[in-house]
């Protein structure tokens, strides 16, 4: 087997995490140009890491091997969440994601679209009666926001506002906890980041061991009744599932789908994506192709391993890096280009090469709900609406850390349409058919 490209510099002074954390696009699309292939190594964290930025090298590292490259159990998901199938590994992973399975069947999903399109229907449907151009992440982020603490808490913003705001405030500051450098500091007057990321964790679990013990329906009480290893889990799993994860990564979704389709040019394609509901499913495709909400994820090998023909010692860590793997010219064609068209020719079927959301048997475990969410709320967009940049000039460059959003947040003007009409049918008719 081959020698990894690249060097692992030394400790400390060879670290390149500033680098990378900067510009992790630059920084991979710099080495994969230097050393000629997709998969090199530097260091990352201080320690000797493997990127990997080939539809090869990640369908190895998150499949075949998945059981050799490991979670990190230092990592900051851990403070932040506990122990979760994100942060286990080996058979308790495997255990606590066949409890779980259970609460993301098709049956439980068909459940959840009237609930999402009500939500769209209070969050989206004056968009156009406003006067003024939208921040379109702050509305999908709120959106989000709604969609996740109604299904996952039971909590809905107009029956109990003052708790409402209350989680949401809590789940900002707690998910600024990852993205914080792990400093647990607290002295009068001042807190650091991650000081109140904990404390608002601690806040959010007693708001969440009350409704698991009080709540009598709808997901709390689903989850309380799984055959879960102790009696934290279930509630750090819901922890997990309300965090500002899910929020983030819709809104970033959302915001790309709107981008992209806002050019005159796109009108054939909104009008496509509104009366074909697979052409639609090869847009979202697209999208996360593209604009994949999260960069990546970081693994550790706990043996001498082999990944896409090059020797990784023990010990060294592992990143697939999203953005690159999904323009790998090898599996797609043109890979900067914006085409829903492949996903019906020469990349039909081939779905499982993103990881937009992990891959393999740690996949992230709410993928289905989270295209469900995407579609109700891009059909939604699709037949109420029209729009289009507001300026038509922006700097629409992205940033990809913590989530993929363009850097300066950017603003649309909505027009209402009605398409039902020639569609000749109304709008609820046409989600059903989604």
């Known amino acids: ?32 140009l230097k050393h000629r292939g997709r998969v090199f190594q530097s260091r990352l964290l201080n320690r000797p890491t493997v990127f990997v930025c080939s539809v090869r090298g ?64 209070q969050r989206l449907n004056d968009l156009s009666l406003r006067g003024q151009s939208e921040c379109v992440y702050s509305v999908f982020k709120r959106l989000g926001t709604e969609l996740v603490l109604g299904l996952f808490l039971n909590l809905r913003a107009e029956e109990q506002p003052e708790l409402f705001q209350e989680v949401v405030q809590l789940c900002t500051q707690h998910w600024h906890g990852l993205i914080s450098a792990p400093v647990n500091l607290k002295v009068p007057l001042w807190s650091s980041g991650f000081s109140t990321a904990l404390e608002a964790r601690d806040r959010l679990m007693d708001i969440i061991k009350e409704k698991l ?9 689903t989850l309380a009744s799984l055959p879960l290893p102790d009696s934290s889990a279930a509630a750090q799993h819901l922890l997990l599932f309300i965090s500002a994860l ?106 499982n090469f993103l990881c937009s959301f992990g891959n393999g048997a740690r996949s992230c475990i709410g993928t289905k709900l989270t295209d469900v969410f995407l579609k109700e709320a891009c059909v939604f967009l699709l037949k109420r609406y029209d729009w289009r940049l507001d300026p038509s000039s922006q700097d629409l460059t992205y940033k990809w850390l913590p989530v993929s959003r363009p850097a300066n947040p950017p603003t649309v003007s909505f027009t209402q349409v009605d398409r039902s009409v020639s569609d000749g049918g109304n709008a609820m008719d046409a989600r059903h058919a989604v």
Request: hydrophobic fraction near 35%.
């Open 246 to 351: 899910i929020p983030k990564a819709l809104a970033s979704l959302l915001t790309s789908f709107t981008l992209v389709l806002s050019a005159d040019e796109q009108a054939e394609t909104r009008r496509r994506a509104t009366e074909d509901p697979d052409f639609l499913h090869a847009v979202l495709l697209e999208l996360q192709r593209l604009w994949p909400p999260f960069i990546g994820g970081r693994r550790i090998a706990e043996q001498d391993i082999t990944l896409a023909g090059f020797d990784v010692p023990k010990g060294y860590g592992a990143i697939f890096i999203s953005h690159s793997i999904h323009r790998d010219p090898e599996v797609f064609q043109q890979p900067d280009s914006f085409l829903p068209e492949r996903w019906s020719g020469r990349n039909a079927g081939q779905e």
């Open 58 to 121: 990640m369908r190895e590292l998150l499949g075949e091997k998945t059981n050799i490259f490991l979670k990190d159990p230092t990592d900051l998901m851990t403070n932040m969440y506990g122990d979760t199938l994100v942060t286990t590994n080996g058979e308790e992973a495997c255990l606590l994601r066949l409890s779980l399975t259970s609460l993301f069947t098709e049956t439980s999903l068909q459940s959840t679209k009237e609930y999402i399109f009500s939500v769209c229907e």
């Open 1 to 32: 087997m081959a020698k990894l490209p690249g060097s692992a510099g030394v400790s400390l002074l060879g670290d390149k995490s500033l680098e990378f954390y900067r510009d992790p696009v630059n920084f991979c699309r710099q080495r994969i």
């Open 213 to 221: 013990e009080n709540d009598t329906g709808g997901f709390p009480a």
